[in-house]
């Protein structure tokens, strides 16, 4: 069984991604630790990428910050084994092709699976796409997660019946970043995912308030959250981490 | 099994968020209906020929010619286009297809601004919403064309992340189009994205080659030895080569922007200095470093100042069919003065990048070869930038 299986097994999950690097990888590290022990269930690590195309301002900002403090792959995967010595949730990468691909394949995702990181989200790479990388995950037992769009339609069945890991819902069109509202019928999405599929499905993209976090976990089994983070990593700089523990716990209570 | 889609070699691809799968989908289907549509062609071709004023000239440049004292050279008049540039082939055949796909809207990245300055003007003509994404840096260096294509009636973005120029501008029409896709049409402008881009902005600037072949065969009866264009992305090159690509005896020769040089940090030149990576929708060569971090790339020339090219060219440079060149911004310069004095002839700095190479190899061929220099653009948007190159106080 996937260990990222782990994360959805005591109710709805909680999944928190960040910026690796920004401002730097031991302020990364800390708030990694925070969320872990304020309930989050699952971390997606963002590995920053120089043209984020999937993502909004915030996030955006964010990888140049840590791009520009000098954070590069091998860097990151000494933080994950650093954060491996005490961390036990599930953590994955969120980054885009050219950054795995440049690495190797095969290198990259058996040294995911060497430092303790047990599945991969890359925004830029669809089901037509995923042999390229697909091969070295099964080698390494590393998940790669697909990616459902408001837009996927008739592709959510053919979508879902290869999907491993979970499924990332994303919840409204356009790119990552906080919204005051998310319209999608989502409902319909995951009624068809479960039709195809048993593993889980968690909601991302614009859920930033308890609220709109509750709604989208009762609509699925997780929601994620990544920009609302990453402006509080923005606005506390180096000691964000306490700030981003109280906000995964405000979130973490309100889902369960 | 791989993605066979739209492959050139191990080139091309579809590395685009799930978002946009069902858009470019649909734009391959509706584009593979109506390439085989009388109708459709009928149209594009009335507006190719009434409107952009096709078939371009293929002038023989006879004081260049002997000036050089090698091959006879032939110039491809793009520059003499409606609009001013080859850009126009493939966005009147791009809205024409947004149009029957019911889209109202048409987005664009532009660097030079020619290619944003097409899209606004066949926007104007078929009564469509047009948004254009521009480099801030870009706007700058391209004021005049912002002002055309703002009394062309599209709305200008100046887009202020990464390095403010092209490949920045590819990402924000990226994430617009993420965001609006029922009513919108992502108006590329090059041969390069995801599949079915590079194939339909190459067929619809085939138009090119098919009619240097045609003229050519009519003015001296035979195929030319050389063609050769400038390579940013690839557009107009890849419209120069298409139809000659089966020829062997026809040497492909790509001029590409090397900026201060291909041994210095600031240069585009990517089929040079980068290596094979995924953006932007295709695997290609880039130019980025060793974790994969897209490299801010330079040249005189926005409209050659991207860091990839298209697939396409990727694969020709693979199985040694075309040869990709560097040219310098000071090589390019001179060639661009060397025209307007040769023959009257003022081109974009993006096209003479290919004249100056021609200067090189010209001499080297004997009398009885033939040279086809594609002039892809004229160079009035660039007169303002060349003579502060050259020390001038001049500002538009």
Known sequence: ????????????????????????????????????????????????????????????????????????????????????????????????ANVVFSYGADRFIRTCAETGIDGLILPDVPYEEKEEFLEACHRYDVNLISLVAPTSRQRIAMIAREAEGFIYIVSSLGVTGTRSEITTDLDSIVREIRSSTEIPCAVGFGISTPEQGKRMADLSDGAIVGSAIMKIIAREGRNAAPAVGAYVRSMTEALR | MRNPKGRFGIHGGQYIPETLMNAVIELEEAYNHYREDPAFQGELTTLLNEYAGRPSRLYFAEKMTRELGGAKIYLKREDLNHTGAHKINNVLGQALLAKRMGKTRLIAETGAGQHGVATATAAALMDMECVIFMGEEDTRRQALNVYRMRLLGAKVVPVTTGTATLKDAVNECMREWTSRIDDTHYCLGSVMGPHPFPTIVRDFQAVISREIRDQLKEKEGRLPDVVMACVGGGSNAMGSFYHFIQEPSVRLIGCEAAGRGVDTMETAATVNVGKVGIFHGMKSYFCQDEFGQIAPVYSISAGLDYPGVGPEHAWLHDIGRAEYVPVTDEEAVDAFEYLARTEGIIPAIESAHAIAFARKLAPEMGRDQIMVVTVSGRGDKDCAAIARYRGEDLYE
Not at chain 1, 42 to 57: R, T
Not at chain 1, 66 to 93: H, W, Y
């Open chain 1, 1 to 96: 069984m996937s260990k990222i299986a782990k994360a959805f097994d005591h109710g709805k999950a909680f999944i928190a991604f960040i910026t690796c690097g920004d401002p730097d990888l031991e302020t990364t590290a800390a708030c990694v630790r925070a969320a872990a022990e304020n309930g989050a269930d699952l971390i997606e690590l963002g590995i920053p990428f120089s043209d984020p195309a999937a993502e909004g301002p915030v996030i955006q900002a964010a990888s140049l910050r840590a791009l520009t403090g000098g954070v590069t792959t091998d860097r990151v995967f000494g933080l994950v084994r650093e954060l491996r010595k005490d961390v036990t949730i599930p953590m994955v990468f969120m980054t885009y």
